[in-house]
């Protein structure tokens, strides 16, 4: 009965593991190891069977052991196979973090990979502390799959010459056993949920479990791109496909930063010496910090994007330090880009301001008519008045005069005699609408030949003539 549990638990989940691994698992179930016993086991993969990894502190930088097969939760797996919860390492990394005598944090890691189950959130968990503490990688024997899955989710990755990284990828793996006999097995499915039991030997249920296993895989590639600082298409071409690198391929290929020793990175994070600077060709940029080489790890051919990204992963705190310093030059730089614009802006209006004004101008004095300078000089200076109400008001001025002189004329005493002779001095009496005629006839004639005058004027002619 344990074995059937122990191989059910396997088939039913997501592994990212390499295959050889995952079949010691099954054969460990099904206890077709020769020796069968946990002491051949320990012997076997050199492991401590501690259901726990202990966390050790060494000048501020503590050791935070990733060992053997990754599952959620701590479970038969890690008596038989040695390994490490995901549960137990986030309670250990969430305690260094917070530990105020802890300057750094090394996930120090030898592991094969193990169960996708609650591994995205133990890598998240890693990605989002980097704020608070630079977290290294460093792997002394193997990363690989979801042991890589967390290592790249760290500032950065170190590794030693004889490391293995990669094994990028999911797999679920299958197998049938065949009844014992007088051994039945009876499964019965609701109607609703024929998926509840896919049948890997056929086709539809092989497809279906081949979608959740390139949905998960999908994942994984995603946070890897984003944790690394690369594109995706890098991922999937220079990655290694699923396969595995070994120490300076790997940071030639740009899954891991640079080689070196725990007891170096130890040194280096505690403060005892300044980090190594190694070049290969993932590793073709370096800056400065006081006084000290600071190593930055990228691809060939990186974007700026690509480039901002490996500084944040690799070297948080500079980054921060030149983004602070960024969005302060990025303030400075819009207040000023402000007041210029204001400054522009402003003379830009006084212009458009004195050009209105001088055409407005313009029109007033354009419908200008004799007897009216006065009313134009003060409607070109109001501010205000246009061309068209200045005409109108100056023709409402002209008829105004017109029939005030007119009738000034008709209220003469000349005119208040009717039928009366002429007087001695040859004057008679002013006929005011054939007058008013004559006038307009005067200057509709003048106007004509050119000149401007107005009914008053030509009254004022006319009878000056006649005079």
Not at 157 to 186: C, K, M, N, W, Y
């Amino acid at each position: 009965m344990k074995r059937l549990l122990a191989l059910q638990f396997l088939a039913s989940q997501a592994w990212a593991l390499p295959p050889s691994m995952l079949a010691d698992m099954e054969a460990i179930a099904r206890r077709e190891l020769q020796a069968g016993r946990l002491e051949a086991l320990t012997t076997r993969d050199g492991e401590s069977l501690g259901a726990a990894p202990a966390v050790e502190t060494r000048d501020g930088v503590a050791l935070i052991k990733v060992r053997g097969v990754v599952s959620r939760y701590a479970s038969w797996m890690h008596d038989i196979c040695g390994g490490t919860s995901t549960e137990a390492l986030a309670k250990s990394l969430s305690a260094a973090i917070e530990d105020t005598k802890v300057r750094a944090v090394v996930l120090w890691i030898d592991s094969p990979g193990g169960q996708v189950n609650g591994l995205n959130e133990m890598a998240e968990l890693i990605y989002q502390s980097r704020g608070a503490k630079r977290i290294v990688a460093y792997v002394g024997g193997q990363a690989c799959s979801a042991a890589y899955w967390m290592a790249s989710a760290c500032s950065e990755v170190v590794i030693d010459a004889t490391a293995e990284l990669g094994s990028v990828g999911t797999v679920a793996g299958f197998r049938i056993q065949p009844q014992t006999e007088g051994e039945q097995r009876i499964e019965i499915v609701s109607s609703n949920a024929p998926n509840k039991r896919l049948d890997p030997t056929t086709d539809a249920g092989k497809s279906a479990v081949q979608t959740i296993v390139d949905d998960l895989e999908t994942v994984f590639i995603d946070a890897v791109s984003r944790n690394m600082g690369v594109a995706r298409d890098k991922v999937l071409a220079d990655f290694g496909r699923g396969g595995t690198f070994i120490g300076a391929k790997a940071v030639q290929q740009g899954m891991a930063h640079r080689l070196g020793s725990l007891e170096g990175l130890v040194a280096e994070l505690g403060g005892r010496q300044s980090p190594p600077l190694f070049q290969t060709r993932a590793s073709t940029a370096s800056t400065q910090t006081q006084g000290a080489t600071m190593p930055l790890t990228i691809a060939e051919g990186a974007t700026a994007a690509a480039v901002a990204a490996a500084l944040q992963t690799q070297h948080p705190d500079a980054y921060a330090a030149i983004a602070a310093t960024g969005s302060a030059d990025k303030a400075t730089a819009v207040e000023a880009a402000r007041k210029e614009a204001h400054a522009a802006g402003r003379q830009e209006g006084i212009a458009e301001g004195i050009a209105a004004e001088t055409q407005r101008v313009a029109a007033v004095f354009a419908v200008s008519l004799p007897g009216h300078e006065q009313l134009i000089q003060t409607l070109a200076l109001d501010g205000k008045t246009t061309g068209g109400e200045a005409a109108a008001q100056i023709i409402a001025a002209e008829k105004k005069g017109g029939s005030d002189y007119l009738q000034g004329a008709a209220n003469t005493d000349a005119n208040k005699v009717q039928g009366g002779q002429e007087s001695q001095t040859g004057k008679g009496a002013i006929d005011a609408r054939a007058l008013a005629t004559e006038a307009r006839a005067l200057v509709d004639a003048e106007a004509a030949k050119g000149n401007k005058i107005t009914i008053s004027a030509a009254v004022r002619m006319i009878q000056g003539g006649k005079s």
